[in-house]
């Protein structure tokens, strides 16, 4: 399973199989081939540093109750015995204590003992594990490795402290309980590659899931029955599993492609490429195993998936097809001169394909496969135009018009990833790494009706005189 910087790499690519465009200037030229040469490089070097999962990663420490760590081990994806609290969700009723300052980390709080009774819809598990860096003899030992719950006024709280050898990944967290579902992956000669378990925050305590993926996984999301779905590597394509609260484990169906990609708002399909994906895409249904191949059906066009727009229609952009040499220089699409449309596409047996806009200059047009169902809205990724390129920020379409609800902030962020959050709120993840040697990231909570957003993890100042001339890493994941 990869981390979310792997991640973003990965959709990256998935983008770049989609779009292609106009001619740019040769700066523009210059720019992208670096890019892309340097995403390749960031993505092995993530292989390497096996940092893991889709929805998150963390590391941690025991500053709730003992801090007995442990090995136990469990049912696969059977929820360890957790505490479930009555929700007060506001970081003002409580003591917080003292501001902390720490190397490495931005300003935060040790968490009083009766945090989880104050923990509530709105927070955020996020891992921290910082790597500083020089640009001289690269990146350094993690400084620290713990788990922190973000409230939704942004304060801070250490949670769980884990040892630095463990890179242990978030991957779910469900607010109502003291478990958040993790992963970390195994050193180089382990017999297998990634392990999946627990991290109880009330005692930090680590538990292992009984059974195992032989392959890496990353996690999708959860099915309308409340079971995790994982898409597993395999030889001939991705494997899509389902694994059940009571401990089962399904295998749904091995998909012929290599990407599998968003659940649909009711919890009962999942989006995949199609058997030809410049034709089309695929649904797969989670309780039946049915495989539907659902077509474009725009002629003349070149089409891409964003994502669901409801439980049973998808978004699609769709663009004039530009010439051979264009795709293969890996040109900006001018989407406008192209007349890129964003279609309704219904995936039932009977359903049909319908123009719902046409973009204008200054419009975000979406990046392919990013899109995210929240709250009635579509959020996805704002394209540059460039084929594999640097991100320009966060969108939303709201069923009239698409608006940007997100730039690349004080700090420049060009590559996004992101996650559905409680009660309308959309997770982002965002860092330099598209253009940067390190892939530190920020993390906003957007309100995807208003725009208005909130940094849960403020940026950190390289120190030169310390020898630290970036951070190679800060926060690796976020769930909530």
């Not at 973003?8 to 890019?35: C, E, H, K, Y």
């Not at 195994?186 to 627990?198: F, H, N, V």
């Not at 099915?223 to 609260?245: I, Q, R, Y």
């Not at 996650?419 to 920020?442: I, K, N, R």
Request: glycine share 10%.
């Amino acid at each position: 399973m990869r981390e979310l910087s792997e991640l973003l790499a990965d959709s990256v690519d998935a983008r770049a199989r989609s779009v292609a465009g106009l001619t740019p200037d040769q700066g523009d030229f210059d720019t992208i081939v670096r890019t892309v040469r340097r995403k390749r490089v960031v993505r092995r070097s993530l292989q390497t540093l096996a940092v893991v999962p889709v929805v998150g990663g963390l590391a941690a420490g025991v500053y709730l109750g003992a801090g007995v760590i442990g090995d136990a081990r469990i049912d696969p994806a059977a929820t360890p015995t957790e505490v479930v609290t009555t929700p007060t969700p506001t970081a003002d009723a409580f003591d917080k204590g003292a501001l902390v300052n720490e190397d490495g980390l931005p300003p935060f709080y040790e968490a009083p003992a009766d945090l989880l009774e104050h923990v509530g819809e709105g927070w955020v598990a996020l891992a921290y594990r910082p790597q500083p860096a020089s640009n001289t003899t690269g990146q350094e030992e993690a400084l620290s490795n713990g788990i922190f719950l973000a409230s939704p006024t942004g304060d801070l709280f250490r949670a769980v402290e884990l040892p630095l050898e463990r890179d242990v990944q978030v991957v779910a967290w469900d607010t109502a309980s003291s478990q958040v579902r993790v992963s970390w992956p195994e050193p180089e000669g382990s017999a297998r590659l990634l392990t999946l378990g627990w991290v109880d925050l009330a005692t930090g305590e680590i538990s292992q899931d009984l059974e195992q993926f032989e392959e890496w996984a990353r996690f999708v999301g959860h099915s309308h029955a409340g079971a995790e779905l994982w898409v597993e590597d395999g030889e001939a394509g991705s494997l899509l599993w389902s694994l059940a609260p009571d401990g089962s484990r399904r295998h749904v169906v091995e998909s012929h492609v290599p990407f599998i990609g968003a659940i649909d708002p009711s919890g009962r399909a999942v989006l995949t490429e199609g058997a030809v994906p410049e034709s089309g895409f695929a649904v797969i249904d989670i309780d039946s195993r049915d495989v539907r191949e659902v077509p474009f059906g725009t002629a003349g066009q070149k089409c891409t998936v964003v994502g669901w727009l409801d439980a049973t229609s998808v978004a699609t952009l769709c663009h004039d097809p530009v010439s051979e040499e264009a795709e293969l220089a890996m040109d900006r699409v001018n989407f406008v001169a192209q007349n890129a449309v964003l279609y309704r596409v219904e995936t039932l047996a009977d359903g049909g394909v319908t123009p719902i806009y046409t973009f204008a200059e200054g419009d975000p047009v979406p990046e392919s496969w990013t899109g995210h169902w929240v709250n009635g809205s579509l959020a996805f990724v704002v394209s540059s135009g460039f084929p594999g390129g640097c991100s320009l920020g966060v969108g939303v379409w709201d069923g009239t018009a698409p608006r940007a609800v997100l730039d690349g902030g004080a700090y420049s962020a060009n590559i996004f990833w992101l996650q559905p959050g409680a009660a309308g709120q959309l997770l982002v993840l965002g860092s330099q790494s598209c253009e940067s040697s390190g892939v530190q990231s920020e993390v906003w909570s957007v309100d995807v009706a208003t725009g208005a957003s909130a940094t849960l993890t403020p940026w950190l100042e390289a120190d030169p005189d310390a020898g630290r001339d970036y951070w190679f890493r800060t926060v690796t994941s976020m769930a909530g």
